[in-house]
Structure formats: C-alpha cells, structure tokens
C-alpha cells in the first residue's frame, strides 16, 4: 500500500514539481547551526490515530525523511485492522494497540503523536503527558474550552512538553507575509479582511467524513478555521479578544435533494454531481473500506446525510487585544480554492490573492502585493512549494532534526498558540449559537496579551 502525501485527494502538478527543492530549502534554512550535531540515540515515538493524516504525514513521511533518528515503539488505533494495515504499509516491527494505556505502559515513547478524531485528541494529550511523554499533536488541539483548559491544566501538572503542528505558519508565502508585516511595511495594522474558499471537490470531503458531525470535529470553525486563525494570530503578533460569529447550512445535508449512506451502493450515482468513486484508490479502500467491519465508518460518506450537523458558510468579526479588528470567512462549495488576505496599515495594505484549484494560468510562484498609500504598488513572487505550502517538510524538520535551531519567525506553538486558535472558532461557533458576542477571556483561564507572549 502506498501512503498519499497529504490530506488533499491527489498531489497536484505545481507541489510535484516542487517537492523536492523544498525539502532542502528547509533544511538549510533552518539549521546553519546543527551541522556538526554528534549522531544521538533515536527518538522514541509512539503514534495513536492511524488515519490517513498519521500514516502519510507522519508515519512514511518521518520515516523517509528522519529514521537515522527516530523509530516507532507502537501504534495505537480503536480500529484494530487499520492500525495493522499501517504498521505493514510502513513496514514496521513495532507492536500495535487497539488499548492506549497498554500501550504507553509496555513501549514507554518519549514523544506520542496524536492524529485522533478532534474531539478526542485532549485524552490522549492529557494521559500521554501523565503517563511521561511529550506530544506532537495534530491540530485543532481540541475542541470546546473545557477540554482546552485541562490540557493547561495537565501541561503545568505534568511539566511536559506539548508541540501543536501549525504546518501553515512554515510555508515561504506565509513567512514573508509575517516579514514584511514585522518589517513596518504598512505602519501599524489596524484591520484586516481573510477569506478562505474551499472548493466543491476538498470543500465537500468534510461533509463525507466525521467532520460532518459537531461532537466530533467541532464544526469547521474549529477543525479548519483553526488554522486560519492562528495564521491571524501569528501574523497580527497578538492575541484575540472578542468574536461575533454566524453559520448556516445552505448547501450539503439536508438540502440535497436525493441522498444515501454512502457513495459506493448508492442508486443515484448517474446523476449526482458529489458521486466520488473511492474504489479507484487504492489506498483509502485499504486503509477505509477493508476495515469497516470493525467500526462502521464510511470514508465515502453522503454529503447529503441529514445527520450533518455543522455549517457550510461561516463568518466571523474578531477584536484583537491590540485593537485590529478582522473580517473573516469560509466557504465550502466553491468552483475554485483558495484565499485572500489583506491587511490595512497607517501606511498602506499588504494582499495576496491564493488560487490552489482551477486557476486558467497555473503559475510556480505565489505573489504578495504591497501596496504604501503614497508610494505605490510593490510586488513579491514566492515559489510554490509542495505539502501544505512547504510547511509540513520544514515543520518536521524543526521537531525531530533541528529542534534547537532558531526560530527567527516564531513558528513553534505550544498549547497557548493552539488554545488562541481554536478559542477564536470556539467563540464563533457560540456566538453563531447564542446570537452574542463572546469574550476569549471569558472561556479558559488564558486572558489575551495585546502582544503575543
Ligand atoms: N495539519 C493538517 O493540515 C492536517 C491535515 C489532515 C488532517 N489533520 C488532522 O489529523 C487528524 C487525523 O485526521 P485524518 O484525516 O487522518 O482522520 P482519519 O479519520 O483518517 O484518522 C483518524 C484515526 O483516528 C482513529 N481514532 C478515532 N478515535 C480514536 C480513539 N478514541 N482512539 C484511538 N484511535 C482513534 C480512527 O480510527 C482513525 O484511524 C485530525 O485531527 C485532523 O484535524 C491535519
């Protein structure tokens, strides 16, 4: 079986061609220090959730890139049959586990990987610290506040160390945006405008899977939104203070006209725009179809089941402690994907328009526009790179090789950075409830900082 390389359906031609420079450009750009490192003993890891996230990403991807320092000690799934078809995909020696605290208990990892469910990763963070290890967690680090708040609680307990995986933050686009952003180029920010579009095909995947469920993704405010909102934190270099949220469910769910459990037996294949044959891969039929008699779950889920619970359109209005105010939105059925980011200064607006899906002229750089309100436009090109715009290679590399390296851009996150982001998309997701705005003071013990700690 072979692993995909991240969790879009296919790689495109742009990160294909790209992949490679981008492993290298990474390493060089954050080690200039590490090169004389003396070899170590090999770093411990233990995964649990072996989805397709855990076994690309970071099981053969890790093991590509990093078994001179790393091995697996145990995998751990409650789906007995998938974890067995990656520890043989992988071709690891390790035990598996359907039982987690067994498995801390006889593999003793110095590091736990968590690529659950989102609304379960809090369990595994909270007893894989008790039980003595650090975690790399998947985002969203979790999913309602008071999970959140007992991660802080077992972190300051338990003295360990938690990294959550922002992947988006390393991306060479991203990082020059934070740049100029540290660099004045537009004065001080005072607001700014980001929409994200998810298009019909990646868009309506999270309505086929457990994401469609509330209770178990915690709507996309949080399971997606969470990344763009610490891409805002980050890039505003402060933390949120207030939201104003609204949702609604338009489009997939209950307003298909016809439906089915399930793409593969369902009788309106001819007609349906969301058909997606998952037969023809032959890794998500070995890591999904072939074990749902032990769990039930369907990977190729309707995306007109009516139990979907969450919205396909959000917005949200976000008061940062420093004053910027933020107009954002998502959108899940869009001919194309991508985004666009501004930013409004004193001294003039930073944008970039992102088109990663049907653009007419697919071009190898990604541009950012500079606008100074009295000096003109200037204009950066920035190579396109593969895996999540290159940052999930350079996020790796800055966990298990170069951990000590400098971190010129601030681009690691502890549980403060994942609670900022998904309090954001919690608070959004209440207010759309309530009808009120919600204060990100009012909901953890964490009260934000006009600038980011
Ligand atoms: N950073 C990124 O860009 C990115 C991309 C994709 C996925 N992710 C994250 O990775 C995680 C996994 O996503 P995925 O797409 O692989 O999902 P998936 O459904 O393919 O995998 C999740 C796995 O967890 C297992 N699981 C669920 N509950 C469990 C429990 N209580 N104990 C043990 N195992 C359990 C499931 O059986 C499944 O094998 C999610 O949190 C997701 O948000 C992040």
Redesign the pocket.
């Known amino acids: 079986m072979k692993m995909k390389n ?2 879009h359906n296919e790689i495109n031609r742009r990160e294909f061609l790209q992949k490679s420079s981008t492993v290298v450009a990474g390493a060089v750009l954050l080690n200039p220090l590490d090169l004389n490192a003396k070899p170590k003993a090999k770093m411990k890891l233990a995964m ?7 076994a690309g ?1 970071w099981g053969r991807d890790v093991l590509k890139s990093y078994s001179d320092i790393v091995e697996f000690v145990g995998l ?4 007995q049959g ?1 974890v067995n078809t990656v520890k043989m995909g992988l071709g690891l020696s390790c035990p598996t586990f359907t039982d ?1 605290e067994k498995m801390m208990k006889e593999t003793k990892p110095e590091w736990l990987i968590i ?4 609304a ?2 809090h ?2 963070i909270i007893k894989g610290m008790e039980m003595g290890a650090n975690i790399i967690t ?3 680090m979790t999913t309602d506040e008071q999970k959140c708040q007992a991660i802080l609680e077992a972190e300051k307990r338990t003295g360990k160390k938690v990294v959550v ?1 922002f ?2 933050r390393y991306s060479p686009h991203r990082q020059k945006i934070y740049e100029l952003l540290r660099n004045d180029a537009i004065g001080k920010i005072t607001s700014a405008d980001f929409h994200w579009y998810l298009d019909v095909r990646h868009g309506a995947d999270y309505f086929r ?2 994401h469609r469920l509330k209770e178990k ?1 915690g709507t996309l405010f949080v ?1 997606k939104a969470t ?1 763009h909102f610490d891409l805002l934190n980050w890039w505003l270099e402060s933390e949120p203070e207030e939201v104003f949220g609204y949702g609604a469910l338009d489009f997939y769910g209950k307003n298909g006209a016809v439906r089915s459990t399930n793409c593969r037996p369902c009788p309106h294949k001819g007609e349906c725009q969301f058909y997606w044959d998952m037969t023809k891969s032959r890794e998500l039929m070995a ?2 179809a072939e074990n749902e008699k032990y ?1 039930g ?1 369907l990977r190729d889920g309707c995306v007109f089941k009516e139990d979907i619970n969450i919205y396909d359109k959000m917005a949200a209005q976000i008061k940062y402690a420093n004053g910027v105010q933020v107009s954002y939105s998502l959108t899940t059925y869009s001919p194309y994907e991508g985004y666009r980011i501004a930013f409004n200064g004193t001294k003039g607006r930073l944008e970039a328009w992102i088109q990663e899906s049907q653009a007419v002229d697919m071009k190898d750089y990604d541009e950012i526009h500079l606008w100074t309100s009295f000096g003109g436009l200037q204009t950066f090109k920035i190579p396109q790179s593969a895996g ?1 715009g290159g940052g999930d290679e350079r996020l790796k590399d800055k966990i298990f090789r170069y951990p000590n390296a400098a971190d010129p851009y601030r681009q690691s996150a502890g549980t403060r950075d994942g609670a900022m982001s998904i309090l954001v998309g919690i608070a959004a997701r209440k207010s759309a409830e309530t009808g009120k705005p919600v204060k990100i003071a009012d909901l953890t013990e964490l009260k934000p900082l006009a600038k980011r700690p």
């Open positions: 991240n969790d649990v959730g072996t989805g397709v996230r855990g990403m751990c799934d409650i789906n998938r987690f690529t659950t469910v989102d379960t990763h369990e595994f998947e985002k969203p995986t992947n988006y899977r457990w993704g399971h990344h890591l999904y769990d779950y999540h």
